[in-house]
């Protein structure tokens, strides 16, 4: 009777261990899963988009923005930029309202991040931060919320995000410029003018923004290879497409000219149409039947995590006298254009602007953010393993307690291991730009090397802007004309 009591006692004893590792297994199942998700939904749509399945990608994202989470923002702004791509533009509207929405609403409060959403960051990952851009993708936020808003013939509020454009860009100035030192090479080279807009860039008041904003002018349009060179040294500054598209539009509108055009030309000096379009407006030329072609080629960057594994010294008692920890943190991968040239009607394009070392100069700024908090992470992660095993050791030390802490540390280093991989990664990789007099029969033909000719047709007279987005090589081009 003793023997076969043992002998149950012990089957009962194995059967609750291994209900136990079930059960831990389960739940580290569960949350290796949930750091995931945001990665195998980015994946997935990638993979949607280079297949040309545009309307799939737009419902995934749609309804991951019905998620009130940290990431609500990102898929609102990826949902925004689907449904411009699929011609949805008051979808694409009512998505990037709210992404700006809970962006600015994140960027007025004093100290960002909630306090509850940094200890959960420095606990677990970035991922519990909520999503907040900067500088070219805020830039590109409302570029797009315009192009939605002229495709619609809403003029008015097309004029209310160019300004906004153009707030983006005076404030990333400020960013940009408060990082160059004063006695720098280039700095030694300002005018007094540019100087002058260098001090007030570096002054973040409310006040100085109208004046910035025409000191800035004042010197890329009176002093302009200067300004080349200045702006060169302010990294991941300047996006001049958005800046010509906003020019353009004004200059169109028949509004006082602000030297957008003098912006974009210094900001993208290889470009001769931007600066005869810089030209012309300075001569108080008016454009008139006249058609400007955006070509939106690629995917900008995206991030992928990138792990590491290293030993520390264990006090212990870990193998070897050797403790392990790892972790992941993000990099950029640039991916590659869809076409290597545009002609339309015959004409080249030519390259407007480069996103990708925009893109890759934010998340430079970012860069010492992420690694420190990635520092502290992996400290406390390291104080509760060593603090855990010596805990153990001084006890009972049974396996069931070893297994138990064993199995919650390898739950806990899923859950720390996730990198943050949101970025605008549906934004070009590169921007082509011309333009023409419109043709009489309304009939432009835009050819990508390599690839089949696809035709829009206008309707109407005036001057418009033709909008043209091809994420990746044969998919259906995504089509906005909007009449200036």
């Known amino acids: 009777m003793t023997a076969n009591s043992e002998q149950m006692t012990d089957a009962r004893d194995r059967e609750r261990s291994t209900a136990v590792r079930c059960l831990l297994s389960a739940l580290g199942c569960l949350l290796l899963s949930g750091c995931l998700s945001?990665?195998?939904?980015?994946?997935?749509?990638?993979?949607?988009?280079?297949?040309?399945?545009?309307?799939?990608?737009?419902?995934?994202?749609?309804?991951?923005?019905?998620?009130?989470?940290?990431?609500?923002?990102?898929?609102?702004?990826?949902?925004?930029i689907l449904a411009l791509w699929l011609g949805h533009a008051p979808q694409a509207i009512s998505h990037l309202a709210a992404a700006e929405a809970q962006i600015n609403d994140l960027a007025r409060r004093r100290y960002g991040a909630g306090a509850l959403d940094t200890a959960s960051a420095l606990a677990l990952n970035d991922c519990a931060l909520p999503y907040a851009p900067q500088g070219p993708?805020?830039?590109?936020?409302?570029?797009?919320?315009?192009?939605?808003?002229?495709?619609?013939?809403?003029?008015?509020?097309?004029?209310?995000?160019?300004?906004?454009?153009?707030?983006r860009q005076v404030a990333w100035f400020g960013v940009c410029a408060g990082d160059l030192p004063d006695r720098s090479t280039e700095a030694r080279d300002l005018s007094v003018a540019e100087r002058r807009a260098v001090a007030q860039a570096a002054n973040k008041a409310a006040a100085q923004t109208p004046r910035l904003a025409a000191g800035v002018a004042?010197?890329?349009?009176?002093?302009?290879?200067?300004?080349?060179?200045?702006?060169?040294?302010?990294?991941?500054?300047?996006?001049?497409?958005?800046?010509?598209?906003?020019?353009?539009?004004?200059w169109c509108a028949g509004d006082a000219p602000r030297n957008d055009l003098a912006l974009a030309a210094a900001l993208a000096p290889d470009a001769r149409l931007l600066a005869e379009d810089a030209a012309s407006e300075a001569r108080g030329l008016r454009p008139e039947n006249r058609?400007?072609?955006?070509?939106e080629d690629g995917l900008a960057p995206k991030?992928?995590?990138?792990?590491?594994?290293?030993?520390?010294?264990?006090?212990?008692?870990?193998?070897?006298?050797?403790?392990?920890?790892?972790?992941?943190?993000?990099?950029?991968?640039?991916?590659?254009?869809?076409?290597r040239a545009y002609t339309v009607n015959g004409q080249q394009l030519e390259v407007l602007m480069e996103v990708d070392p925009l893109m890759q100069a934010?998340?430079?700024?970012?860069?010492?953010?992420?690694?420190?908090?990635?520092v502290a992470r992996t400290l406390l992660r390291v104080a509760m393993q060593e603090g855990g095993q010596a805990a153990l050791r001084a006890g009972s030390?049974?396996?069931?307690?070893?297994?138990?802490?064993?199995?919650?540390?390898?739950?806990?280093?899923?859950?720390?291991?996730?990198?943050?991989?949101?970025?605008?990664?549906?934004?070009?990789?590169?921007?082509?730009?011309?333009?023409?007099?419109?043709?009489?029969?309304?009939?432009?033909?835009?050819?990508?090397?390599?690839?089949?000719?696809?035709?829009?047709?206008?309707?109407?007279?005036?001057?418009?802007?033709?909008?043209?987005?091809?994420?990746?090589?044969?998919?259906?081009?995504?089509?906005?004309?909007?009449?200036?």
């Open 38 to 80: 945001l990665e195998e939904s980015l994946l997935r749509q990638e993979r949607e988009v280079h297949s040309g399945a545009v309307a799939n990608a737009y419902a995934q994202a749609a309804e991951e923005a019905e998620a009130e989470n940290a990431d609500t923002a990102f898929w609102q702004h990826e949902a925004g």
């Open 137 to 167: 993708e805020l830039a590109f936020l409302n570029l797009y919320k315009a192009l939605a808003y002229g495709s619609l013939a809403n003029r008015e509020a097309l004029r209310v995000e160019c300004n906004r454009i153009r707030q």
């Open 218 to 250: 004042t010197a890329v349009s009176t002093e302009a290879p200067a300004a080349q060179a200045h702006f060169a040294a302010l990294k991941g500054f300047g996006n001049a497409y958005a800046a010509h598209l906003v020019g353009v539009t004004r």
């Open 291 to 295: 058609i400007w072609i955006y070509v």
């Open 303 to 339: 991030r992928v995590g990138r792990p590491y594994s290293i030993p520390y010294p264990s006090i212990a008692g870990h193998a070897q006298g050797f403790g392990t920890i790892s972790f992941d943190v993000p990099k950029l991968v640039e991916r590659a254009a869809a076409h």
């Open 362 to 374: 934010a998340f430079d700024r970012a860069w010492s953010g992420i690694i420190a908090r990635q």
């Open 397 to 484: 030390g049974t396996e069931a307690a070893a297994l138990l802490w064993s199995l919650g540390m390898t739950v806990y280093d899923i859950s720390t291991n996730a990198a943050d991989l949101r970025c605008a990664d549906l934004l070009p990789k590169r921007v082509w730009v011309g333009s023409m007099v419109r043709p009489a029969d309304g009939r432009v033909s835009i050819s990508p090397a390599g690839g089949r000719a696809f035709n829009v047709q206008l309707r109407g007279s005036g001057n418009a802007i033709v909008w043209v987005r091809i994420p990746s090589p044969g998919a259906t081009p995504s089509i906005l004309v909007i009449n200036l």
